[in-house]
């Protein structure tokens, strides 16, 4: 992905255009408008387009990220914010993944222990799934069938109903029913994004 058309939109006040590009290029000005429309564009001429734009290469991969943090970890237990409750909001620019435009990826915050390593470390998991489709394990959230409460930890599939869980903050291996599983995808610490917490 990239922001090509935008850039061309914001520097339009600075007098340039898409046939001032062409020219620079070298190209045809309808090669312009097919770079604007393509979904990926060859690195050698988004360099090329920040050159006559005047601009950041990184102008051109980072996008505007706005997204509310559906739940946070506390007392080793993943708890997710109420409709009455006001969810935090993450917000910056970030050469983000197909994640962050998901609406149905699951953003879990670390708020377990203000001293510990991974306080304020941002989890992202899958929209929620049936258990079913765990063939052998995986790692994520899972909700327990009988208290309905929340664990992140390792899944392993012992039998049809039953899994063997592992929760990250406890260790200790129980096998219960579970209602419904979300996959990992990857971690962040909230310190090294470019991105501020509202």
């Known amino acids: 992905m990239h922001n090509l058309a935008e850039i061309f939109k914001r520097e339009k006040v600075n007098g340039k255009s898409q046939k ?3 020219d620079f290029l070298k190209i045809d000005h309808r090669s312009v408008s097919r770079h604007m429309k393509q979904k990926s564009i060859g690195l050698d001429i988004l360099y090329k387009y920040a050159e006559y734009l005047e601009c950041k290469i990184e102008d051109f991969i980072t ?17 997710f914010y109420g409709d009455a409750e006001e969810r935090p909001v993450l917000h910056g620019y970030f050469a983000a993944s ?13 708020k377990n222990d203000a001293k510990g390593v991974y306080y304020n470390m941002l989890n992202f998991y ?7 489709r765990i063939k052998d394990q995986m ?12 664990y992140g930890g ?7 109903q039953q899994f063997i869980c592992r929760n990250f903050y406890d260790a200790y291996p129980t096998t219960i029913e579970l209602t419904r599983v979300a996959k990992f ?3 962040y610490t909230l310190n090294d994004l470019p991105l501020s917490l509202k």
């Open 20 to 22: 001032g590009a062409a």
């Open 126 to 132: 899958t929209a929620w799934r049936n258990p079913i």
């Open 185 to 187: 995808i990857c971690a």
């Open 154 to 160: 390792i899944i392993h599939r012992k039998t049809d």
């Open 63 to 79: 996008q505007e990220v706005s997204r509310q943090i559906n739940g946070y970890v506390k007392n080793n237990q993943i708890n």
């Open 139 to 150: 790692t994520g959230i899972y909700q327990r069938k009988d208290t309905q409460q929340n």
């Open 98 to 110: 197909w994640w962050w435009d998901d609406k149905k990826t699951i953003i879990i915050i670390d």
